[in-house]
């Protein structure tokens, strides 16, 4: 599994609920709370051979956090109108940016206390 950049694991927070673009995900697979921003565009994939990620995915908008990687080749235009929806509509800001990563939030995620 890849590891995720203790840069952006803590602007993802520990226990936060991800939503992410498919280069971001393997990063991410340990979350308690995963989805993605996109789905892949199966009929393009079967009439085209393409793997394209085009398909909403709506309930990524009720994740805390949206992690993407700014360079991923098989986003499209999906995840770009994925993250202007969550700008616009659902209050989600950039909290940073890590070299390829961008992690997008609404609130702060407040991690369980230490024992």
């Known amino acids: ?31 308690a709370s995963l989805t993605l921003l996109c789905r892949l565009d199966v009929e393009t994939l079967q009439s085209r051979g393409r793997e394209r990620w ?3 995915v709506p309930s990524a908008f009720s994740a805390q956090r949206l992690v993407v990687r700014t360079d991923c080749p098989n ?25 390829p990563f961008a992690v997008l939030g609404r609130d702060a995620v407040e991690s369980e206390p230490a024992r």
């Open 75 to 99: 986003s499209g235009s999906c995840v770009a109108r994925q993250l202007e929806i969550a700008q616009q509509k659902h209050a989600f800001r950039l909290l940073g940016t890590v070299g």
């Open 1 to 31: 599994m890849a590891a995720l950049e203790p840069q952006v694991a803590a602007l993802v927070g520990k226990d936060a609920s991800v939503a992410a673009d498919v280069c971001s995900a393997p990063y991410l697979l340990e979350r």
């Open 54 to 56: 085009e398909q909403p």
